[in-house]
């Protein structure tokens, strides 16, 4: 099946923190059957090749330079590899775009209200939640996420995990025609998420919390007042 490439919108001011040998890894979960071919986003709409890949095998990208124009890289698709792939590229070619937006692995953190605008007719669905649960590296870990849900837009049907804090791709499922990709984020060489829960101090619960001790603590010196 072909994946056909479109103008795209170049994202800039990516965080420093993605810097040259900065890689991702994410396990295929679903993958649609056949070969797929590999046009970049225009311009140029360059052809890398072809690709297939099955459920158990690996999607690894490595940074190769990064700057205020966006990121390229090696992408490596089981055992397929393509050099001197543009974030952009792979985001065409691999359905992980929502048109003109594509965020591929690495959206630009720093301007989700942008991003929002230009995906704001594209019958996409944005919501934010904390807390998600996800392990990477072997290690549980918990996210602030951006989740993006795209229903029927010209056939695609879409579903992207962000981290709001880095913007890297934590899990996707996008399909398109006969074409299915279902893939999470299992390594990186980033350190990303929290270790635990967090929790706003603004909630309602833990500022109730926050009264209650400071009632004990109050009552506990009035007590020991009284016996002094």
Not at 7 to 20: D, L, M, N, R, V
Not at 70 to 88: E, K, M, S
């Amino acid at each position: 099946m072909v994946i056909s490439s479109y103008p795209c919108i170049f994202q800039t001011g990516f965080a420093s923190y993605i810097e040259i040998d900065t890689w991702v890894d994410y396990t295929v979960l679903e993958s649609s059957n056949g070969t797929n071919y590999f046009y970049g986003a225009w311009p140029p709409g360059y052809y890398f090749g072809n690709w297939n890949i099955s459920k158990g095998e690996h999607m690894h990208y490595t940074v190769t330079s990064s700057d205020i124009i966006g990121i390229n890289g090696t992408l490596a698709i089981g055992n397929y590899t393509f050099n001197d792939v543009r974030n952009i590229d792979l985001a065409s070619a691999l359905a992980l775009s929502i048109y003109p937006w594509n965020g591929g692995f690495f959206a630009n953190s720093s301007d989700w209200p942008a991003i929002r605008t230009q995906i704001e007719d594209t019958n996409t669905s944005i919501e934010e939640s904390s807390n998600l649960e996800h392990k990477i590296n072997d290690l549980n870990r918990y996210f602030d996420i951006i989740k993006f849900n795209t229903t029927n837009y010209y056939g695609q049907n879409s579903l992207f995990y962000y981290d709001t804090e880095s913007g890297i791709l934590l899990c996707a499922k996008s399909y398109f025609g006969n074409y299915l990709l279902n893939i999470s984020l299992s390594m990186s060489s980033l350190e990303l998420g929290f270790p635990s829960k967090t929790y706003d101090l603004k909630t309602p619960y833990t500022f109730s919390y926050v009264l209650v001790f400071l009632a004990i603590i109050i009552l506990k010196r009035k007590a020991w007042k009284k016996t002094t």
